[in-house]
């Protein structure tokens, strides 16, 4: 199979060419006004359709997430203004418009079109700025609501803060909440709860369609909001509609019945708060006195460790102790002068003269002056001696005398 | 909240975390944190019965 060498893919020319629009700004934010065609709510939730004037047509999608939240659904016929971002669907090689946001073009337009730019130059004025947001008091003792009496979105009010902060007190500043005589009176209503002095403000309205909550979009309105002197809380519609007076608001909530709860503590919690502080409360005297105890037990330790009786026993003791080393040292020098003793003994018992001669030995004298004789020649023939044993002695006269 | 002698459920609420605090910092004499315990207790069950006793109060102010 020949190829050029140079020949692009389908899928990377089709990717390029989506780049292309990528790459472009004005693609990625258009604004597109035309008729709607070939309307189809796809069962996934995506909605698919055609723009179209007299020359042109384009494709467009919508996802789920997006078309969800319109409540305006478009009928075949119907001129549209949409906004989006042009991309290429590459599966097919088409361009087609992604949808993000869409209303009818004419009346309702026109009044989106007010909506943004009110939108802009408040928010050029700083009034939507996060620094201006002012912080909800913790225990709103005065809650001033903004709204029609007879409206079913102030018993929701109530009934929110009955059953969570029943220690408020709710002062209503009643008012029209649509139609055109609504601003003006909106505008007074929130000035005079701001004169009453109350601690938070809840500006709330039920949901209807745009043009119900119109009033919620008008200048006057988001300027008596920015000049609160009491912090205010808007819930204002459903979940999914925001208005000028949204932007303003101190915070804003999503319908009324969560006004009432973002502004309020919830007494459950409070109830649960002061029980724990409760036992917090005991349980920290208690440590107290238990401190204390420890502190006085180990004082008392340390008491007994100085006193004069423990150092008198402390001395005792060493006294004892140098008494008995004493006797230690005395008894081994008697001890060992007692064996010297016996071994003089037994050497004195070994050197005993009569032990000699009691082996058959006999000391010999001269009677005459005592002189112990140590050889026959000492002696005279005729002379007296005494011979001394063991046991006994005699007296003898020598006969002979032999010399060796 | 009733109008009643004794001080707002903000108040006492404020002043009981602040005794509780102040008696598991220690650093007290017996005496004091006695004092401070009964204080403590006198809070509470005002608070406790601040909640149990509130009732939503509403009124309407006139539109000129």
């Not at chain 1, 007190?169 to 055109?180: H, N």
Request: aromatic share 6%; hydrophobic share 40%; charged share 25%.
């Amino acid at each position: 199979m020949l190829s050029h060498p140079s020949a692009y893919t389908v899928s990377s020319i089709t990717e390029y060419i989506r780049h292309l629009f990528e790459a472009d700004l004005r693609m990625q934010d258009a604004w597109v006004q035309g008729e709607i065609s070939n309307f189809t709510r796809h069962s996934s939730g995506h909605w698919y359709f055609t723009l179209k004037d007299e020359k042109a047509a384009l494709r467009c999608v919508m996802w789920k997430g997006k078309a969800s939240l319109l409540r305006y659904i478009p009928r075949e016929g119907d001129v549209i203004l949409v906004h989006g971002e042009i991309s290429v669907y590459e599966v097919s090689g088409q361009y087609q418009l992604y949808v993000d946001k869409l209303q009818p073009a004419g009346g309702q337009g026109e009044l989106y079109v007010r909506f943004e730019q009110l939108k802009a130059i408040l928010g050029a004025e700083g009034l939507f700025d996060a620094e201006r947001k002012r912080p909800l008091p913790a225990f709103p003792r005065r809650i001033g609501v903004v709204t029609s009496p007879t409206a079913a979105a102030f018993q929701d009010v109530l009934n929110v803060l009955r059953r969570r902060f029943p220690l408020a007190e709710v002062i209503l500043s009643p008012t029209l909440v649509q139609g055109d005589d609504a601003p003006p009176q909106i505008v007074a209503a929130l000035d005079r709860i701001n004169a009453e002095g109350v601690d938070v403000i809840l500006l709330v309205r039920g949901g209807g369609s745009i043009e119900d909550l119109w009033a919620f979009n008008d200048e006057a309105v988001a300027r008596a909001v920015a000049r609160s002197r009491a912090p205010v809380v808007s819930g204002i519609g459903h979940e999914v509609d925001f208005t000028i007076a949204d932007y303003v608001a101190d915070r804003r909530a999503p319908t009324p019945s969560a006004a009432a709860e973002i502004a309020t503590p919830d007494i459950a919690d409070l109830q649960a708060a002061v029980g724990g502080l409760q036992e917090r409360l005991l349980a920290g005297v208690q440590e107290q006195f238990a401190e204390r105890r420890r502190q006085a037990d180990y004082e008392a330790r340390l008491l007994r460790g100085l006193s004069p009786a423990r150092r008198l026993d402390t001395t005792r003791q060493s006294l004892d102790e140098l008494v008995i080393r004493l006797d230690r040292a005395l008894s081994q020098i008697v001890d060992r002068g007692r064996e010297r003793l016996t071994a003089q003994r037994r050497a004195l018992a070994a050197a005993d003269p009569r032990a000699i001669m009691a082996r058959g030995y006999a000391i010999v004298e001269r009677k005459a002056d005592g002189a112990r004789l140590r050889e026959a020649a000492s002696a005279a023939p005729g002379e007296a001696l005494s011979v001394h044993f063991s046991r006994g002695r005699l007296h003898v006269i020598v006969d002979e005398i032999y010399e060796e | 909240m009733a109008k009643s002698e004794g001080p707002t459920f903000e108040a006492a609420l404020s002043r009981l975390q602040e005794i509780v605090n102040r008696l598991e910092e220690g650093d007290l004499t017996l005496e004091e944190s006695v004092a401070l315990f009964e204080e403590g207790q006198r809070l509470a069950d005002r608070c406790q019965n601040l909640l149990d006793q509130a009732e939503l109060r509403v009124r309407q102010i006139s539109e000129t």
